[in-house]
């Protein structure tokens, strides 16, 4: 296999579209969204943009200058516009998760036995991306076979996202000549510890990992040495969150403690039982919230890129900072991790234990009533979020992508094509829809918009659909497909939208819809129930074409629709 090093270096520089090409597509975009009058000034500013001699042509060679001598031309103005500059709370608003099908754990040694067994193939998984050795991903559908830049996997484990006043900064770690010993930080009952994964330039063993996670277990149930719950900070908006961290700084211990954890590998969190029933719905929400500051809200430290949870109760799974990488890599540490934990049996009773190891040490906070004060108000903002999200995680078993496939359709496509038909059946309008795309077979490559709701996608959607109702919604798409069964799912982008995450299986489809409480325009349950209905009219469309054995108007359209967004868009 290509190794991660080679990965860059085939691989074709991100083109900069022509300037025209940009402007008509903007405007083939905007033409069915917006009302005629609206879209007659919107045209006129796009005219005077694009003249000869004008502010278009000037910004675009400033542009093409710029591609010329840097690997990845977007690359940094995408990063800050899509996260660093984005003042919103990272849970909820920012950070995906991955939800793992539900342990059964009857002790908390069962709960140790796991998180040891994960933190080692944690260490496995990054020594294959320190030694250059994971396998180069390729592309999939159209473009099969070509090879996708690993840039992302690099910062899987080295990155920190760093609160700031006006625009949060993405640190790297940059390794030294003599590596520091790598540490974890365990989160449990809302303190932090350090647990050395390195001791004497060898890696700890499974059994060694165990009796580290017993000790830190045991010092965190002792009351008296409990210290607040810091971890709050980071689940407040970003300027918030660097004020309260300028102020934390002032004193010597709390720096010490930050740089602990801004330098460790990821996070493991040892939660509580939340007490509640373990659906797919809760098991999403305790993921990307914690339950907020009464359950497992202040276990969390929101800025590290990794945060691997592990309940009491059996909830677990993976939250993600998601400025350093996208959701494909997010899934591909986690099916490692599971297909590891599966595939190697725990060595927990083999392994011979290292003798005298150095107790894991607590880390300590000096609280000023500043920060006591911050404290109040971030754990009071994180239960108004908790309240607000709506989620639904629906499994749809009508049929999968094997059905749409023999339809001779683009399974990613049809589902689209499904949201769009269920948005105009709730809402009798289409609005600016966001479908991430992967632009990794470009150096440094992340992601773009498909636009989905295309004009073929209105004229379907208006020829099933008879029911017409007004409102302004957005809505936020992504595909996230897993092999093994576990699920992704994250928040709404604005306060009056849909994030809708789906994977699609064989013979069934999982979609988790969010959005939130306070809008007064959203249903994630309405949407799910309509989403169902809308599954159920394509598939009988579509066998009712195939018995009449040729295509209706409806499905020719559709099959364009399909054509356009795959074509357009992810060629």
């Known amino acids: 296999t290509m190794n991660l090093d080679k990965s860059l270096e085939g691989l074709p520089k991100l083109p900069v579209p022509p300037l025209q090409q940009t402007l008509d597509m903007y405007l083939k975009c905007m033409s069915h969204l917006i009302p005629e009058e609206q879209f007659k000034k919107t045209k006129a500013i796009v005219e005077k943009f694009g003249a000869p001699g004008g502010m278009g042509e000037f910004l675009q060679k400033k542009l093409v200058e710029r591609s010329e001598h840097k690997a990845n031309w977007v690359y940094d103005y995408w990063l800050e516009d899509m996260y660093l500059s984005n003042r919103l709370a990272l849970p909820v608003n920012s950070s995906p998760v991955m939800v793992f099908p539900k342990q059964n754990f009857t002790s908390h040694s069962d709960t140790l036995r796991f998180a040891a067994h994960l933190i080692s193939g944690v260490l496995e998984y990054k020594s294959l991306i ?12 159209q473009l099969a ?17 760093l609160p700031g006043a006006k625009m949060d900064t993405l640190v790297a770690q940059k390794s030294t000549v003599m590596p520091e010993p790598e540490h974890i930080i365990v989160a449990c009952k809302n303190q932090f510890f350090v647990l050395d994964v390195v001791i004497n330039f060898r890696r700890l063993n499974e059994k060694d990992l165990y009796t580290q996670l017993e000790r830190i277990r045991k010092m965190a149930d002792i009351e008296e040495e409990r210290l607040p719950p810091i971890g709050l900070l980071t689940s407040d908006d970003r300027t918030q969150w660097a004020e309260a961290r300028s102020v934390l700084i002032k004193d010597s211990t709390n720096r010490d403690s930050l740089d602990m954890i801004e ?8 939660d509580e039982p939340s007490g509640t029933e373990l659906t797919d719905t809760n098991r999403a929400l305790l993921m990307l919230h914690g339950g907020g500051m009464d359950k497992n809200g202040g276990n969390r430290w929101y800025d590290k890129p990794m945060q691997f949870v592990i309940g009491a109760d059996g909830c677990c799974g993976v939250v993600c900072e998601h400025s350093p990488f996208e959701g494909i890599v997010l899934v591909q540490c986690s099916e490692y991790l599971l297909r590891y934990m599966r595939g190697s049996p725990s060595k927990l009773v083999r392994a011979a234990s290292m003798s005298e190891l150095p107790a894991p040490r607590r880390l300590r906070w000096k609280c000023s009533p500043d920060i006591q004060a911050f404290l109040t108000a971030s754990a009071d903002k994180l239960q108004r979020l908790v309240k ?13 992508k094997e059905f749409i496939k023999k339809q001779k359709m683009s399974p990613d496509a049809y589902i689209q094509v499904a949201l769009q038909f269920t948005f105009y059946r709730c809402h009798g309008r289409l609005v600016p829809t966001y479908e991430s795309a992967s632009i990794r077979r470009f150096q440094e490559g992340r992601v773009d918009n498909i636009r989905s709701s295309t004009p073929e996608a209105l004229a379907f959607v208006k020829a099933m659909a008879n029911r017409v109702a007004y409102i ?22 604005v306060p009056n939208g849909y994030g809708a995450c789906y994977n699609p299986q064989t013979d069934h489809i999982i979609f988790c ?6 809008s007064a325009e959203t249903s994630s349950d309405l949407f799910v129930k309509t989403l169902e209905g809308c599954l159920k009219e394509m598939q009988d469309l579509c066998l009712k074409c195939n018995s009449e054995s040729k295509p209706t108007d409806s499905t020719e359209k559709m099959a364009g629709n399909t054509k356009v967004m795959k074509n357009g868009s992810k060629s």
């Open 388 to 400: 607000n999200l709506d989620m639904n995680v629906n499994k749809f078993t009508g049929y999968g």
């Open 130 to 141: 320190d030694g250059r050795a994971l396998p180069v991903d390729y592309a999939r559908g």
């Open 472 to 493: 302004h919604f957005i809505l936020s798409t992504s595909q996230v497909p897993t092999t093994e069964e576990m699920f992704c799912c994250y928040g709404p982008v």
């Open 263 to 270: 330098r460790c590998l990821c996070l493991v969190c040892l």
């Open 513 to 518: 819809l969010s959005s939130f409480r306070d």
């Open 145 to 161: 076979g070509t090879p996708l830049c690993m840039d992302q996997y690099n910062k899987v484990f080295t990155s920190y996202r």
